[in-house]
């Protein structure tokens, strides 16, 4: 559990009113991470959704399948919330993360989250639309980089 006074410093919350703060605060833990820890794996169940509070994330992808020939496909920034896959089904990472600086952390419960979304839904459909936002940012991202490949090829 955290304060709800964390939550409140995040644009990621600020849709958010008091008492839905206090709920998520309450599913939320915070964390520090050494460099160079893998927080997930890519393929495996999302079983929280994370902020960044201080450091850096780099995100990677095996686009041949081995793990061992990941392409670096992104990286979060401090404020960014990572692992949105734990509020889309079916659950699972669609990528690998690994700490690239020592790195502070929220790590809010996928499970319990999801249900107090059941809930409130209107809580729900606010988180949702920051995670549609963050994922529509993702993609762009993604295009610029296929794009940059392409004329490099």
Do not use: W
């Amino acid at each position: 559990m955290i304060s709800p006074e964390v939550l409140r410093r995040y644009p990621f919350f600020c849709c958010l009113n008091d008492e839905q703060q206090r709920a998520i605060a309450m599913i939320t833990e915070e964390m520090e991470v050494e460099a160079g820890k893998e927080l997930f794996v890519e393929g495996q169940p999302v079983e929280a959704l994370y902020l960044l509070m201080d450091g850096s994330i780099d995100l990677y992808y095996a686009a041949s399948g081995d793990p061992k020939d990941q392409l670096l496909v992104g990286e979060i920034n401090p404020g960014e919330p990572f692992a949105i896959s734990a509020m889309i089904e079916p659950y699972t990472f669609t990528a690998t993360a690994r700490v690239s600086k020592p790195s502070r952390i929220l790590k809010i419960n996928a499970k319990a989250l999801r249900a107090l979304c059941e809930v409130d839904c209107k809580m729900g459909y606010l988180l949702m639309k920051q995670i549609a936002a963050i994922a529509v940012e993702r993609l762009h991202f993604a295009r610029v980089q296929l794009a940059a490949a392409r004329r490099a090829a």
